[in-house]
Every structure is written in C-alpha cells, then in structure tokens.
C-alpha cells in the first residue's frame, strides 16, 4: 500500500457518544428507537417512553471517554479516524438560527486530541441522526426547507473546524433510504402517501443539499475531499441465465443510481426511466440541476459487509438477511451470527465495480464483522474469528489495489470500539478491536478492553498491510 494510506476505524455519533441530552444537545431520530434483536425489530417510539431502553442514549460513552478512545487509536498507529458530528450537538432543533456553543467545543476537542496523534478526522456530516425536530415540524427531507437547514449546518462546522477537517462525507449510505428511509432521512411513510414519490424526493433534496455543501467545502479550502457514501455489495447473479444475468445487473443499478448523481453531478438516464415506471415526478428548482453538477464529490467511500445473489426466487427457499437488504442464499458462502453472507472476494469485486463506474479514488469506510464477544477474567477477548475475517478483507484488498490498480484512499473498521449495532439496536453484535463492557440492557462498567484483533490490528498498520497473518498475534 503506498505510504499515505490511511488506515483506521469508523463510528458515527448516535452508536457511540451517548450523552443524548447533555450540554443543549437535541433529540435526534435515533433517540427515540428502542433496543431490539436478532427476532424483534427496534422500534420507533412517539417521544420516549419510560417502558423501553433507548441504546443510543449511552452509546458506549464515547463522549466522557474520548480520550482514553483516541489514545487507544494512537496506539494502534491509526492514520484516521471517521467520525460523524451529531446535527443535534450543534443546532439542537435543527432550524435555529445559531449554533450551541457547547457542542462544537466538543468537536473541537475531539480533533485536537486526534491532532496529538496525528489521526487524520474523516467526519461524516449526517450518519443516521438528523434533528428529530425536523422530522415533526417539516416532515423531514420531503420538505425542501430542510436543504437549507442542513446546509447552515455544514458550512457552520466546516468553517469552524477548516484547520482541522479535511475529508468531509455529506451523508451515510445515502441510498439506504430506498430500503431503510427512517435512517438517513427520519422518514416514516405515512398512509396514503406513495412510498417510491416520497422517498426520490426527499433524496433529491438531499442530492441538491450534498453538491450545495461540496462546493462550500471547495469553496473554502481547495484542499477539502469531500465524498459520498454508499452502501454497495455487489449483486451476483444466481445462475447464467439471461434472465438472472440482467437481474443482477440492474440491481446493481439501483443500487447506486442516488450516488451516481452525486459523482456524476446529474442524473443516469437509467434512474431517470425508474422514475418514470414508478410515476415518480421529482418537483425540482430550475437551479437544481447546476448545483447538482457544479458539487461533484472527490472521491466514493462505501459500506461493504457482503455481497448478494439476484435471481429467480425457487418456492421454499430462503432469503439470505444482511445489511438493510436481502438477497438469495449463496451456497458458497459461510454467514456471521446475524445470518449476514461472508465474501472477501466479493469486496474485490466491489471495489472493481465501483472504480470501473465511477474512476475517482474509492475509500472502504465501513467494513468489519459483528460477532459475540467473550471477556475473560484476566481483561483478554480471543476474538480469533474477527482477525480471520479482517484478515481475508484485507488482503482482497490489497490485490485489487496492487494487481486490479484501483485507487484506494484508505481502509477504516466499523466499529473499532465496540458500539451499538444501528440495524438491531444491540450492544452484543460487536464490531470493535476494542471491547467495551456494556450490555444489551445498558449495564456494565463501560470499562475499554484490548481485544487479540487490537494487537493484530497494530502490526498491519505498523507494517503497512504487509503483515496480515495471524503469526504475528
Ligand atoms: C452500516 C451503518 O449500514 O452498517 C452503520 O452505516 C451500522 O451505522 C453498520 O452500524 C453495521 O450494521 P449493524 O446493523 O450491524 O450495526
């Protein structure tokens, strides 16, 4: 890997920082989503209710303990950490007119302390927490005035941190909200609405939102990246079957027809004929389509967990569960405890995919295996199987770098200290290298523990990825 390679690890404000009310923060759309689990879906509550626990209300404490966190990154020679800014830390509502003051010190001190190790912050700017105030008020990102919103609120931090942040991402998995639109949009269909309407708008006033902030960020230091963020596996095809050949391909269409705009900087005439067989008429502004392709981003970061097949459905067969979405069952592949689909290849394949696509440098800011943990007595967790998988990842990896000749800016682990899980609410779906002693009820001592893949961890960094076998634990 070449010498400014970042390596590191990744969260997002409402998994990690807790402190849900603390100095003026507001509520955010995940602080009103219960636990759930593996059986039962999390749930979205009218306000909170004294009969459910809220996860993200603790987070795993992140805000008293960023320190002792950052140190731990330091001292597994992390070159970068990604990181969201929680929207509600700095306008508490959403619309007021001035930020809290409170809550972009803390930032600040994140960063410096970031500063001391020399880890380069990658700050996602919305990583599923928008203003829950917005949500009732203004009915989310259907409503065109929350781009402005949104917009005060990049330019406030960007400006305030310009000496700290380079690398900006507007929004997490931004092309989730045609699955999953509670999590990057805070929009819940109401009855009567059409589903596919109200979703493209809303993206489309967040695509116009996302090109308004890159180009601010252009803007005010030419040396500012800013990218998108995708949540992309790629789509196999079950068979050689023409029928399930095109099937694939067009999923892989859809699934990046919302990022396309954001590299592209206008819409693929593919996505527009979707629009069109599902009668979805975007009401835009007549400057919309000049914004869009004047705030194209520098580079695609992605989330990639696994790969799915696409095909004809046999009777009786099983879906395979994953990330937001499902697809069949690949035969060839093992799964983790929550059924998600293992395929380091398939993360080659990914990156092939999305360069050939897009030819801007690409950026894995997601990748990592939830799993149950063990805490001995003596403080060790034997997390062999987290090293495996990361260890397969990683060299994938490397070969779609040194052999395939992609262009990779860096590489960072979800959840590098254990936090909760977004899609389950659970604490023991564990991603970290390092553990944190909480459960899924919110007890524990909140205590950090250096897991074997924090060690394991170290040496690739140390070594530059050339190190990824297990002998060197
Ligand atoms: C990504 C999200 O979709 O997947 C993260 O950006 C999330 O926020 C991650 O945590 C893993 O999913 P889960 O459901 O296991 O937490």
Not at 6 to 32: F, R, T
Not at 53 to 59: E, F, S
Not at 182 to 199: K, T, W
Request: aromatic share 14%.
């Amino acid at each position: 890997m070449n010498g400014n390679f970042l390596w590191g690890g990744a969260s997002a404000a409402n998994q990690c920082e807790g402190a849900y009310l603390k100095d003026g923060k507001g509520l955010s759309i995940m602080d009103v989503m219960t636990g759930g689990s593996k059986e039962s879906k999390r749930k979205i509550t009218n306000g909170i209710k004294s009969e459910y626990y809220y996860p993200n209300h603790d987070g795993n404490r992140f805000y008293d303990h960023y320190k002792e966190d950052i140190a731990l990154m330091g001292e597994m020679g992390f070159k970068c950490y990604r990181m969201s800014i929680a929207w509600t830390r700095i306008f508490p509502n959403g619309d007021e007119e001035s930020p809290n003051e409170a809550g972009l010190t803390f930032y600040e001190n994140v960063f410096k302390e970031l500063k001391k190790y020399n880890i380069e912050p990658i700050v996602t700017l919305s990583h599923y927490e928008m203003p829950l105030h917005l949500v009732k008020e203004y009915g989310s990102w259907r409503n065109r005035k929350v781009i402005d919103f949104f917009v005060t609120y990049a330019k406030t931090v960007m400006k305030r941190f310009k000496n700290y942040v380079q690398y900006w991402i507007t929004f997490n998995e931004i092309n989730a909200i045609e699955f999953m639109p509670y999590y990057p949009a805070g929009l819940v269909i109401q009855e009567g609405e059409s589903r596919d309407q109200v979703i493209y708008q809303a993206a489309h006033h967040m695509l116009v939102a996302s090109a308004k902030v890159v180009r601010y960020a252009h803007e005010i230091n030419s040396e500012n990246k800013v990218g998108c963020m995708a949540l992309f596996g790629v789509n196999y095809s079950r068979t050689c079957h023409p029928d399930d050949v095109l099937k694939s391909e067009l999923t892989n269409q859809d699934f990046l027809g919302i990022p396309d705009v954001q590299v592209f900087g206008y819409y693929s005439d593919y996505q527009l004929a979707q629009y069109k067989k599902k009668n979805v008429i975007l009401a835009m502004n007549t400057e919309d389509e000049e914004i869009l392709k004047s705030g194209k981003v520098d580079f695609c970061s992605f989330s990639y967990y696994m790969s799915m097949v696409q095909g004809e459905h046999r009777e009786g067969e099983s879906f395979a569960k994953g990330n937001m979405v499902a697809g069949l069952e690949n035969p060839y592949l093992k799964k983790n405890q929550w059924g998600w689909q293992i395929d380091p290849v398939g993360l080659r394949i990914t990156m092939n995919y999305l360069y050939q696509k897009y030819r801007i440098p690409l950026f894995i800011v997601e990748n990592g295996l939830g799993a149950e943990d063990t805490l001995l007595e003596d403080g060790s967790v034997h997390d062999q199987y987290r090293v495996d998988y990361l260890e397969k990842h990683l060299s994938e990896m490397k070969k779609t770098v040194e052999e395939d000749g992609v262009p990779l800016i860096g590489y960072t682990v979800w959840g590098c200290i254990d936090l909760v899980s977004a899609g389950s609410g659970e604490m023991k779906k564990r991603y970290g290298l390092v553990y944190v002693d909480k459960d899924d009820c919110g007890k524990g001592t909140y205590k950090r523990y250096k897991k074997d893949s924090f060690y394991w961890y170290k040496e690739v960094i140390t070594s530059n990825g050339k190190n990824l076998g297990r002998n060197e634990l």
